[in-house]
């Protein structure tokens, strides 16, 4: 070994000590060296040939390593090739110290993996200024360093998976969610061409894709957001949404993948669709029983008996069927029998439960059976009809008019009002029995309630429909109004009237339930 000498440094502060392992097989070398680097603030760990240089790098990790090239055990080359080796995720600067300065020597170092090489006798002049200039370098290393685990960091705390690819498909990078949607360990999925996450029917057109982008740089795929199929380490097939971007690093086109597994998404537009399709059928086999629940009211309602000149109704049903029915029948005596009646539900089964109260209503009345026979036996066909929880609700009204007397009854229904067209009478008949279906009873709870006029004038039977029909801000028709309309209208005009009045009254807005009026002149 040449003798060396120290050149005068500065002592000023420096910005970062480092720990540097000095591998040398001569003593004397070493101990200069080490004086040199505590000089400039720095930590040395010092090694006397390769083999323990070595170990002890593997044990201290060291920032900087001072290599001799010929030492006994195992010479420096073979040391800086060992210690490349384990240096997986950092950089650590090798320089060599040698007497060795032919042009070879200095290759073969280079070609070692050193990053300097200094001949004998040193200039320590020009190894402080080295040294500071490793310092910067691995300020910035860190600074690149800690840069870069702040974007992995975010990377992988991003529910989407984000893959980069080179201009051939090799995956360069990917974040955690990448793994953990495709099932991959990392290191299976980095150097791997970006197609093994494709079923075959996409991979195959995925390289002239990339392919035709770059030479005519039109973005039809580059720049937007798409759905395909995924494929997981286990073979399984999924949806997955892909934004696909492009970026250049070192003058090369890269690409960007951010990559949405949308399995849960599809499923539920999947269950969505289903619901949808469910409700579609519902809604039809509603509108089918609607439908059909209307033409059979229509054919058990439209009798002619209704068309008595003594008779005006309106029968307005809802937009759902609610099951309200009006009918009209004189017997053989000449005495009119009109009811109005309300079965609960709505549609079919509504329609079904009023079927047997229109049956035994026009086959008793034209007989000129007594109410309280018809009201008994219209309650025992619904008691053997009717399921539990059903009723008709019903208003019963027997004019005699030689006799100029009526009997009344009325179960769970509106009052029943009399109106004289004087204008200065009224009388209201309230319910005072339950509606029919409910209970089984005698001919005693079917006595109706006799009543005798003076004076010409009107019986009106209206369901709830009528007074409880609502405008958009929930303000009832009501009564009052009901009462008014038919004082004030003439006599043929009276239910057209009440029925503008409610279609005004709604502003629009659909009825929520059928409106039945039922008006019977009286002279």
Same mark, same amino acid.
């Given at each position: 070994m040449q003798e060396t000498e120290i050149s005068p440094t500065s002592t000023a502060e420096q910005k970062r000590t480092l720990r540097v392992l000095v591998v040398d097989d001569t003593r004397a070398n070493r101990m200069v060296l080490v004086a040199f680097l505590r000089r400039m603030g720095h930590i040395p760990l010092e090694a006397e040939?390769?083999?323990? +240089?070595?170990? &002890?790098?593997a044990r201290e990790q060291p920032d900087v390593v001072l290599m001799d090239v010929m030492m006994p055990v195992m010479d420096g080359l073979e040391a800086t090739r060992r210690i490349k080796n384990l240096c997986t995720d950092r950089w650590v600067p090798v320089i060599f110290l040698s007497a060795l300065g032919a042009d070879n020597d200095v290759v073969a170092g280079l070609e070692a993996g050193g990053d300097d090489y200094l001949v004998k006798p040193v200039n320590f002049t020009i190894m402080t200024a080295k040294l500071?200039? &490793?310092?910067?370098?691995?300020? *910035?290393?860190?600074? +690149?360093?800690?840069?870069?685990r702040r974007v992995e960091a975010i990377s992988n705390t991003v529910l989407?998976? &984000? &893959?980069?690819i080179d201009r051939v498909g090799t995956i360069q990078t990917c974040n955690r969610a990448a793994t953990?949607?495709?099932?991959? *360990?990392?290191?299976?999925? *980095?150097g791997k061409n970006v197609r093994m996450l494709m079923p075959d029917t996409e991979a195959g057109r995925h390289d002239s894709n990339i392919r035709r982008f770059l030479e005519t740089r039109v973005a039809r795929k580059v720049g937007t957001v798409r759905e395909l199929t995924g494929r997981r380490a286990d073979g399984q097939q999924f949806p997955i949404e892909v934004a696909l971007n492009e970026m250049v690093l070192d003058g090369e086109p890269h690409f960007v993948g951010t990559i949405r597994d949308i399995s849960?998404?599809?499923?539920?537009e999947d269950e969505l669709r289903r619901q949808a399709e469910r409700l579609q059928r519902f809604h039809d086999a509603q509108q089918e029983e609607t439908r059909l629940a209307r033409d059979i009211m229509e054919r058990q309602t439209h009798q002619p008996s209704l068309n008595d000149p003594k008779v005006q109704y309106a029968l307005q049903a809802a937009e759902h069927f609610s099951g309200d029915v009006v009918a009209c029948a004189r017997s053989s005596s000449g005495r009119l029998y009109a009811m109005l009646a309300d079965a609960t539900g709505h549609g079919l089964s509504a329609a079904i439960s009023v079927l047997p109260v229109l049956a035994v209503f026009y086959g008793m009345t034209r007989r000129g059976l007594p109410m309280t026979q018809i009201l008994s036996e219209m309650n025992k066909k619904l008691r053997v009809t009717l399921p539990v929880g059903r009723f008709v609700a019903l208003s019963l009204l027997c004019v005699d008019e030689q006799e100029r007397c009526a009997d009344i009854w009325l179960g769970g229904m509106p009052d029943l009002l009399w109106l004289d067209r004087a204008g200065s009478g009224m009388q209201r008949f309230k319910s005072t029995h339950l509606p029919l279906g409910i209970t089984d009873w005698d001919e005693s709870e079917g006595q109706p309630l006799?009543?005798?006029?003076?004076?010409?004038g009107l019986f009106a039977l209206y369901s709830d429909g009528v007074v409880e029909s609502a405008d958009p801000r929930g303000s009832m028709f009501g009564e009052a109004s009901l009462i008014s309309i038919l004082r004030a209208a003439p006599r043929n005009e009276r239910i057209a009237a009440v029925a503008g009045a409610i279609a005004s009254h709604l502003e629009g807005y659909p009825a929520q339930d059928d409106q039945s009026l039922l008006v019977v002149e009286c002279d």
């Open positions: 040939n390769g083999g323990v +240089g070595v170990e &002890i790098f500071r200039a &490793i310092e910067r370098t691995i300020e *910035l290393r860190e600074r +690149g360093d800690a840069a870069r989407d998976a &984000i &893959i980069t953990r949607i495709f099932g991959y *360990l990392p290191d299976a999925m *980095l849960a998404r599809k499923q539920a006799r009543f005798e006029w003076k004076e010409p």
